[in-house]
């Protein structure tokens, strides 16, 4: 059986991912594909640590939080509930709304980069994807996306540490560029151009 395709979308906090991720599951849907969206921090037990620790509520430092990460990403890719892995090899295409790529730009600040991503990249219950889509806005543009939306503020939603987190994408995407296929969409255009550049890079990846 042909195997599902998996596509990641990253950006920084604001960039529009979950509305981008809605709107190519519709475009899949309508070509007659099987899709399935999910997100990290999943909503697992490790995952509500994690959103206990990024709204603030629980202090922990970088390498506790990657080390959680990593924990909550192997449960998504391998529990034989709803893991990626098995969607993937039953044929069903997989989007999720960040994975390791967010570890390395998030944590990789403050813990060091090479332990994250070796530990991610290097673990077999964790699978690599066909595609990454990356979201780009700048910092400023986030920032009064997230005040135009909602209330209360993760402790990474501060133009200041978006700034570095940009930054560290980019960083990141040279290093990985010779394993990994990512795709840089400008973000900061209407819903509907981003969207249709995003299905036109998807429509390139089913070609392939
Ligand atoms: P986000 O996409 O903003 O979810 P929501 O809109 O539900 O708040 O992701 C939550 C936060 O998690 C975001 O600030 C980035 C952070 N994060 C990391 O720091 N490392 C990771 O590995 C992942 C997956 C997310």
């Known amino acids: 059986m042909e195997k599902g395709k998996f596509i990641v979308l990253e950006g920084l906090d604001g960039s529009g991912k979950g509305t981008q991720a809605g709107l ?31 709204g603030g509520f629980v202090g922990r430092d970088a390498y506790e939080l990657s080390a959680l990460f990593l924990a909550d990403r192997i449960f998504h890719n391998a529990n034989s509930i709803n893991g990626i892995k098995k969607y993937i090899d039953s044929g069903t295409d997989v989007i999720c709304d960040r ?21 991610n ?9 066909d595609l990454c889509i990356f979201l780009d806005i700048s910092p400023e543009a986030g920032e009064k996306r997230i005040n135009d939306n909602r209330f209360d503020r993760e402790i990474y939603e501060n133009v200041q540490s978006q700034k570095r987190i940009r930054d560290r994408f980019f960083e990141v995407f040279c290093l990985l560029k ?31």
């Open 24 to 54: 190519l599951v519709e475009e899949m849907k309508r070509q007659g594909r099987r899709v399935y969206l999910t997100a990290e921090p999943t909503s697992s037990s490790t995952g509500g640590m994690l959103r206990d620790a990024l």
């Open 99 to 119: 994975y390791y790529y967010s570890s390395f730009a998030y944590q990789g600040i403050d813990a060091d980069l090479k332990w994250v991503m070796d530990m």
């Open 121 to 129: 990249l290097n673990c077999a219950e964790i699978m690599r994807p």
């Open 178 to 208: 010779d394993r990994e296929n990512i795709k840089i969409v400008d973000a900061s255009r209407t819903v509907a151009e981003v969207s249709a550049d995003i299905i036109k890079i998807y429509n390139e990846l089913k070609e392939n």
